[in-house]
């Protein structure tokens, strides 16, 4: 979420990101056991090896942000990075709280403007098309475009409760 709002910043958009937690990157924090594995350096063909079900589904995102160009932009946001075994890559310092503020670095850096605390209850539509979003204290929010990161239901302690899924069915998609 941190990375595509900085990248769409980039692009002269006017990004404003939306996070229920009181920190960003929450779930960043325990992934790795608290390390981090930001990626993995083996070749693309290893990786889609490695997706269960349809790994085709990855092969676009892959192939436009392999490992190489995702430990080139945390190596430009000053985050150095080791390789481990089964090809794991992690922050030297073993401490996922770096790549969380590299990652904030990069979205303050990129303009976006952070509102912590703001839960997104509702995507707004008329028309079949996106007009904004509804916080969970009621305030609307207009917006032409909404990007949603919220992940699944692996961990609801770090806010995944299945929001995403939620959004998409109610935007009358089927899952």
């Known amino acids: 979420g941190m990375m595509a709002a ?3 910043a980039m692009r002269g ?8 937690n009181n920190r960003l990157g929450k779930k960043i924090y325990i992934t790795g056991k608290g390390r981090c594995n930001l990626t993995n350096a083996g070749d693309i063909d290893i ?6 079900g349809n790994p085709y589904f990855m092969y676009s995102a892959l192939y436009h942000l392999d490992s190489a160009k995702t430990m080139e932009f945390f190596h430009a946001l000053g985050l150095e990075t080791k390789g481990e075994r089964g090809m794991r890559v992690f922050p030297v310092s073993d401490q996922a709280k770096d790549v969380v503020e590299a990652l904030e670095r990069f979205v303050r850096n990129s303009g ?12 707004l539509y008329q028309n079949g098309k996106v007009i904004g979003i509804e916080l969970s204290d009621g305030e609307t929010i207009a917006a032409d475009a909404v990007l949603v990161t919220t992940g699944g239901l692996s961990y609801p302690g770090t806010g995944s409760t299945w929001d995403g899924y939620r959004f998409a069915k109610e935007a009358g998609h089927r899952i």
Not at 113 to 123: G, S, T, Y
């Open 112 to 123: 976006v403007k952070i509102h912590l605390n703001a839960n997104v209850d509702k995507i």
């Open 6 to 8: 900085g990248q769409a």
């Open 47 to 52: 990786c889609l090896e490695n997706i269960p």
């Open 13 to 20: 958009h006017q990004v404003h990101l939306y996070e229920k």
